[in-house]
């Protein structure tokens, strides 16, 4: 593997204080070797020294790699319609999960994987470098089994979501799925999985189903994952501060207590502004969270029904705008708070050990990214060191 500099960077975002200003440790007039897929040296342009290729930044900004740590990419079909009847009033319910489930259970494997790797670039062409990806719309052995096996096409970041609903051949018998999820169906994901979520809200579990399913999968050697308090205020939150879960995600509806709790752990609130985009929901207080001391990510929550996004700068646009959050905290949380949520330190940021992972914005700064919504601004992305979408 050969070496590369990229310089003439006009503002370089390390996300490491000690290399740089603030939390985002922003640097100027800037440089940056990869070398053997990680960051080899940073510093100030002029210094930079030799390498065996040259990539000209041309004053451009120049950030970590997107990490979105919620996506659900293993699917088949789509739910435009329902998307257009919600947009003329219908509320949002999590039943609407189970057209996805009886069209992904229909589909050929070819099928699931076409669609997860087209998502995954996509995501990619958007700037996202890392993604975790969960299972959910199989709801049987073989079905959770094979979107994990799709799922680890992509991303070592594969998450068993069993307990996305109960599907409808369980319907009733809402304990006996759990029964399931939490015995056999775990027992043959969790050698394809690092995580384990579960669906904790109205019409999805309650919070005895959530807890048997995440300590069964905690007793397995899977890290937790919850989607929490989308839909109402409820015990989801509560369940994953008290289960050490890496995240707690949506976090729509919180109480106070759900707010200390969170301030109070090492789970990161991540924040999913597609969901409520596309379901016309309220926007969660991310300015709330952030003054309390939580830490938050930004993710896509990419899935037919209620987010069907894969980009991240929309995500930040609409969080800086409808959310609270500054334009800094909103490029942290979708590049090093996403890290934070998957419990990694290999990405999310530039200083030197870390995955050689970046974007160039056609942009002279990151705060472009809310500034001008809706604007295909990533001109270059590299991965593991590779130039892999912009000039090669
Ligand atoms: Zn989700």
């Not at 997860?116 to 670039?121: D, I, V």
């Not at 096409?153 to 109960?166: E, S």
């Not at 759900?258 to 926007?283: I, K, Q």
Request: glycine share 12%; aromatic share 6%.
């Amino acid at each position: 593997m050969t070496s590369l500099l990229v310089d003439r960077i006009g503002l370089l975002i390390t996300n490491d204080p000690a290399r740089g200003d603030g939390p985002l440790g922003l640097r100027r007039d800037a440089a940056l070797i990869f070398d053997g897929g990680r960051v080899a040296w940073v510093g100030v342009a002029s210094a930079a020294p030799a390498a065996d290729r040259r990539l000209d930044a041309g004053g451009r900004c120049v950030l970590p790699g997107f990490v979105d740590s919620h996506t659900h990419l293993v699917f088949a079909g789509d739910r435009a319609l329902e998307f257009t009847a919600r947009m003329t009033g219908r509320p949002y319910a999590a039943g609407g999960i189970a057209t996805t489930v009886a069209a992904t259970r229909a589909a050929t494997d070819e099928a699931l994987v076409a669609r997860a790797f087209a998502l995954a670039y996509e995501a990619l062409e958007a700037g996202t470098t890392t993604l975790e990806v969960k299972s959910g719309y199989g709801l049987t052995v073989a079905d959770e089994v094979r979107s994990l096996r799709v799922a680890g096409a992509l991303t070592g970041d594969t998450t068993y979501l069993g307990a996305h609903v109960v599907p409808p051949e369980y319907a009733g018998r809402a304990d006996d799925y759990v029964a399931l999820v939490a015995g056999e169906m775990l027992a043959a994901c969790a050698p394809l999985a690092r995580w384990a979520d579960v669906f904790c809200d109205e019409g999805a579990f309650d919070a005895d189903q959530a807890r048997t399913v995440l300590t069964a999968a905690r007793a397995s050697g899977l890290g937790l994952r919850v989607h929490a308090n989308q839909l109402a205020r409820g015990p989801g939150v509560a369940l994953a501060v008290e289960l050490g879960a890496a995240s707690a995600d949506h976090c729509t509806y919180l109480s106070v207590a759900d707010v200390d709790a969170l301030a109070g752990s090492d789970t990161v609130a991540t924040l999913l502004p597609g969901a409520e985009f596309s379901t016309r929901a309220p926007y969660p207080d991310g300015r709330r969270l952030l003054d309390a001391g939580v830490t938050v990510a930004l993710a896509s929550d990419c899935n037919p029904g209620s987010s069907y996004t894969t980009n991240l700068p929309f995500c930040i646009a609409v969080a800086v705008r409808e959310m609270g959050l500054t334009p800094d905290e909103a490029v942290w949380a979708a590049t090093a708070g996403g890290a934070r949520a998957l419990r990694r330190d290999d990405v999310g940021h530039l200083g030197v050990g870390a995955r050689a992972d970046a974007v160039i914005l056609d942009a002279p700064a990151h705060l472009h990214l809310a500034y001008r919504p809706g604007v295909p601004l990533v001109h270059t992305v590299v991965r593991g060191g590779d130039v892999v979408v912009g000039p090669g």
